[in-house]
């Protein structure tokens, strides 16, 4: 029975109805959860303030709610807020920069994207910014859209902290009907076609995703390296907590069962949400190196990494067996940044959550390693 209530959730009027009924069941628990973590020993993690402990609470049942009703975001490539910052970008004319795995499933095909540029459209008379960073935003798969309101606080931490443009990537999510593997990679190969046939070098692009952007950006990296005559290798790639096993939540309770579960605000439903959408079966397979790539290591020297996660999120154990296995392959450059006491993707949301010292000391590490790989 309960199954069946479940599956109606996403339909009016029973979405209307839950979204009501889980608000006021939040608002009248809120007060209670706030008093109930005013003692230290009471918190989630003794290193946690007050803020961060509430936010987590409330971030955590919210998201988990949300996940159940399993929105559907308005796709549109209309410049919103972001005005003249907002650039549409169509697909390659050139036929032969889609192949393999971009052309495994015949519905799926590349199409005009969008994306956003931070802090303002980029120049290449700009002395001051020649670098380009290319981000795609996390969501699992399946929210986001990497515009202002959605990347603007990540965007502003890369560009305060490097001399690079932030181009963040609205590739089209899975949660949107006909949007499945691989039309994401398709959009990321798309627009890194673009900044490439404009006349950035690609020593002077660098690759960067938070949560599932990160998985995407490990995919365009192996795309690059499957196919050495297609695209040329970025002079970097920064992953934020990349979410490299997807699979994974296709086991019930992959979340909720980890030994960080108490300590993020990654939740079961969202994540079987995402890989489902992204990777629905027997269509698509999840545990492939493209979806899944923990256990997949790939050669990618050239292309130095940085790869964060936080100590105390749900993806920190399948990060570092990434990271680990890409390192023992000769040739890689894997850069390791782990931060104390941080649950899943402060880059993206470390502001909202009340983590704003770490995200700042992350993004001053992650400065310096760019300037270094930049050679400025």
């Avoid at 971009?102 to 670098?131: C, F, M, S």
């Avoid at 030994?259 to 397979?285: C, H, I, K």
């Avoid at 990434?322 to 040739?331: H, P, T, Y």
């Amino acid at each position: 029975m309960a199954s069946l209530l479940y599956s109606l959730l996403p339909y009016h009027p029973f979405k209307a109805l839950y979204v009501f009924l889980v608000a006021l069941s939040i608002s009248l628990r809120a007060p209670f959860w706030f008093l109930y973590l005013i003692p230290r020993f009471l918190r989630q993690h003794p290193s946690w303030t007050l803020r961060q402990s509430f936010m987590m609470k409330l971030f955590s049942v919210a998201s988990h709610h949300a996940s159940l009703v399993r929105q559907h975001p308005h796709w549109s490539l209309l410049p919103g807020a972001e005005k003249d910052r907002y650039e549409r970008i169509p697909p390659s004319q050139k036929k032969d920069i889609y192949r393999g795995v971009l052309l495994q499933d015949a519905e799926i095909q590349p199409v005009e994207v969008g994306g956003t540029w931070y802090p303002t459209v980029y120049n290449p008379t700009d002395a001051h910014r020649k670098a380009v960073i290319l981000h795609l935003h996390g969501g699992a798969f399946v929210v986001g859209d990497g515009r202002q309101s959605d990347l603007g606080h990540g965007a502003a931490l890369l560009t305060s902290h490097t001399d690079c443009h932030v181009f963040g990537l609205q590739y089209r999510i899975s949660s949107n009907p006909g949007c499945r593997f691989p039309a994401a990679l398709q959009d990321a190969v798309t627009a890194y076609h673009s900044l490439l046939s404009r006349g950035i070098p690609a020593s002077s692009i660098i690759l960067s995703g938070d949560s599932a952007g990160g998985n995407l950006i490990i995919a365009l990296l192996r795309y690059i390296t499957d196919h050495p005559d297609v695209l040329p290798k970025p002079k970097a790639a920064l992953l934020w907590c990349p979410w490299v096993d997807p699979a994974a939540c296709l086991h019930p309770y992959a979340c909720s069962r980890n030994r960080n579960a108490g300590t993020d605000f990654l939740q079961d439903a969202f994540g079987e949400w995402g890989v489902r959408a992204y990777a629905p079966a027997p269509l698509v397979d999840a545990r492939g190196p493209y979806i899944s790539p923990v256990d997949h290591p790939f050669h990618c020297a050239g292309v130095p990494m940085w790869v964060q996660f936080g100590e105390v999120e749900i993806l920190a154990d399948s990060i570092v067996r990434f990271a680990e296995g890409m390192r023992g392959i000769a040739g890689n450059e894997v850069e390791v940044h782990e931060d104390k006491g941080a649950p899943h993707d402060i880059l993206l949301l470390g502001s909202l959550l009340g983590f704003q010292d770490t995200t700042e000391k992350m993004a001053g590490a992650m400065g310096e390693w760019v300037r270094g790989k930049m050679g400025g």
